[in-house]
């Protein structure tokens, strides 16, 4: 599968790869080392732990360098008046008679719980494109769906501020 990302997704991984590679292994292998000089090391808590930080480091670093390899760029422009990327835009859901306030993001970056919802997704990709006012058919899975509607579209910017996910 491949991920979409924008160009300031890429410059956001590259950047933390960066820093886990300059500074997170440094201290995690002065951490080891350190580690190591207490003696025996089947039984050194201290050992086992920094060597347990090291490996997720190393880890993070593959799995952000894999993203940055397989992705899709996506374009962060859209009109005034769709929803586009990185938008905030309230969503009125008909069955539940409640509107949610949802910014559209990539998937590296939604996390439902903090109202990023991924263009990936089915409600983001479903009202990716329409405009304000738009009733926007919903498909969970073949032969289930909801209706939205769309109520207010912001033209919100990437700020920086949204992190990348974790695996």
Do not use: C, W
């Not at 924008?6 to 960066?18: F, G, Y």
Request: glycine share 4%; aromatic share 6%.
């Amino acid at each position: 599968m491949r991920n979409q990302l924008t160009e300031k997704d890429i410059k956001k991984i590259e950047e933390e790869i960066e820093y886990r590679k300059l500074v997170v292994r440094k201290e995690a292998l002065e951490a080891v080392k350190e580690a190591r000089a207490h003696g025996d090391l089947s039984e050194n808590f201290e050992y086992h732990a920094a060597k347990k930080d090291k490996n997720q480091n190393e880890s993070r670093i593959r799995y952000l360098e894999r993203m940055i390899k397989t992705a899709e760029i996506v374009s962060e422009d859209s009109r005034e008046d769709e929803v586009g990327m990185n938008n905030t835009v309230d969503v009125y859901f008909e069955d539940d008679d409640v509107t949610e306030t949802y910014k559209i993001v990539t998937s590296v970056r939604s996390d439902a719980l903090r109202g990023l919802i991924s263009t990936e997704s089915p409600l983001g990709k479903a009202i990716l494109g329409h405009r304000a006012g738009d009733r926007v058919e919903v498909e969970v899975k073949p032969g289930v769906s909801y209706f939205v509607r769309i109520e207010k579209i912001e033209n919100t910017v990437d700020d920086g501020s949204d992190p990348i996910r974790r695996y």
